[in-house]
């Protein structure tokens, strides 16, 4: 017999409530854009990038003479004559000494800059600072006839030496930024943590904070690089000898008040551009980490 006490404390049976409605997917503006309205400027501009390149293949590939639209017969002697005849060998040699020195002066006088900028307060520090990005507002032909001086003074002119100094020095203020804003976003505890450890200031930033550093001190050195590569004014003016000139100026001697060689020009151009984008290939994935992500890990 159940009594009226057990009927009132009976639970209440459990109904399957519906669940409650999703909320609709948030379009997105390009969503409701037709494909063709994004495809198609796209592919205008790619064709008016990929035409100046094709361009130059055409004249470094096709015989002398030729007006073929067409690089067919495919003949390097444009390459033949600029690396033999043009000297471009040497001319390249050069520009790879020059390019390298210039990427390790200026990694390393811009890492031991920026640590310091990063890491200590002095008086003068937001001045300096000032003075750095100032710098960059300076065009390259107004530092051309003090430099001269200088390096005169120092029988360095037409030396490779004269050319990699005006190089660092031009590249240093940008890199110096750069790299302290790396620095930056290292946490400072784990150099205290090395220190607790035992560790010196120089040991703690030799084995904590430089491998967070590798995406910006290749991007850093790969810009370095590549201006000092392409760079024409230092080399033209610190340069006499032909032995000693850089891939720049070898362009430019294949130009004349009376006619220009265009094969052998486009030639050139292909030897000068090739280690560039090779060097690009390998480092583009530390390049857009460490203009993205900086260096913070952990």
């Given at each position: 017999m159940i009594t009226e006490e057990a009927t009132e404390t009976a639970p209440a049976p459990v109904r399957d409530e519906p669940a409650p409605p999703r909320p609709a997917k948030r379009?997105?503006?390009?969503?409701?854009?037709?494909?063709?309205?994004?495809?198609?400027p796209l592919s205008i501009y790619l064709v008016f990038t990929l035409i100046p390149f094709y361009w130059i293949l055409l004249f470094a590939l096709r015989p002398a003479g030729s007006t073929s639209l067409v690089p067919w017969p495919i003949t390097f002697d444009h390459f033949e004559k600029v690396w033999t005849e043009r000297a471009f060998g040497t001319y390249f040699e050069n520009s790879v000494y020059v390019g390298l020195a210039t990427l390790v002066m200026t990694t390393l006088v811009a890492l031991a800059g920026g640590y310091a900028l990063a890491r200590f307060d002095?008086?003068?520090k937001n001045a300096f600072m000032l003075a750095?990005?100032?710098?960059?507002f300076v065009?390259?032909?107004l530092l051309l006839v003090p430099l001269f001086e200088i390096f005169a003074e120092l029988k360095m002119i037409n030396s490779l030496g004269s050319v990699i100094i005006a190089e660092t020095v031009f590249q240093l203020p940008l890199s110096m930024i750069l790299i302290s804003n790396f620095i930056k976003n290292v946490p400072y505890s784990l150099e205290e943590a090395a220190w607790v450890d035992g560790c010196n200031r120089l040991t703690a930033f030799r084995i904590v904070v430089l491998p967070l550093l590798r995406p910006g001190l290749i991007a850093v050195g790969s810009?370095?690089?590549v201006h000092s590569w392409n760079h024409f004014l230092f080399a033209l003016m610190f340069l006499n000898n032909q032995d000693k000139q850089t891939i720049p100026v070898g362009l430019n001697t294949?130009?004349?008040?009376?006619?220009v060689d265009l094969g052998a020009l486009a030639a050139g151009g292909i030897i000068a551009a090739v280690p560039v984008v090779i060097v690009f290939a390998f480092i583009q994935k530390w390049l857009i980490t460490g203009f993205s992500a900086g260096a913070v890990k952990g």
């Open positions: 379009r997105r503006a390009w969503d409701e854009v037709p494909r063709w309205h994004i495809y198609l002095f008086k003068v750095l990005l100032c710098s960059q065009p390259g032909a810009f370095a690089f294949l130009m004349s008040a009376d006619s």
